[in-house]
Each structure stands twice: as structure tokens, then as C-alpha cells.
């Protein structure tokens, strides 16, 4: 009877892609897009003699709700794993 050492137990593999992240990703990106429509807003009269149209103001609602994704994101990924 030989004396091997029973096997490894490997770690489950992880995948690098969660859920968790694609939500960050998401609000990243809404975020940015409601920035670059409030910068659009207040450059549209300068370089134009015209006013921001209202797709502008609409896209612009999605700076705060990228950062309420953003925030539900921190405190999903914050939770105490068990």
C-alpha cells in the first residue's frame, strides 16, 4: 500500500467576466454618454447660434443614471462574502 498524498483541491475557476462587472461597465458608460450630452449642452451655443435640441437634455438624464448603477454596483460588490 503506497502512501500517496491525496489530491489537490483546485479552486473553482473563476470567470473574469461576472455579471457584477457588465454592470459597472454599463454604468461607466452612461455615464459618460450624460457627460459628453451636458458638455454637448453648454458648447451647442457657443458654437451655434441655435439651442441644444431636447435629444440632447434626454441623453443627458443618463449622467445620473449611470451614477445610481454605479452606486448599486459598490454596494452589490461590497457585501461580505459567505
Known amino acids: 500500500m ?3 498524498p ?5 479552486p473553482p475557476e473563476r470567470d ?4 457584477s462587472d457588465r454592470l459597472l ?6 455615464f459618460g454618454i450624460g457627460i459628453l450630452a451636458v458638455i454637448a449642452i453648454f458648447v451647442t451655443p457657443i458654437v451655434s447660434d441655435s439651442s441644444p ?3 440632447l437634455y434626454l441623453l443627458a438624464m ?3 443614471v449611470g451614477f445610481l448603477l454605479a452606486v448599486v454596483f459598490a454596494l452589490w460588490s461590497g457585501r461580505r462574502a459567505r
Request: no cysteine.
Open 2 to 4: 503506497t502512501n500517496s
Open 6 to 10: 491525496p489530491p489537490a483541491a483546485t
Open 16 to 19: 473574469p467576466r461576472r455579471p
Open 25 to 30: 461597465q454599463l454604468a461607466l458608460a452612461l
Open 53 to 55: 435640441g431636447l435629444w
Open 62 to 64: 443618463l449622467a445620473p
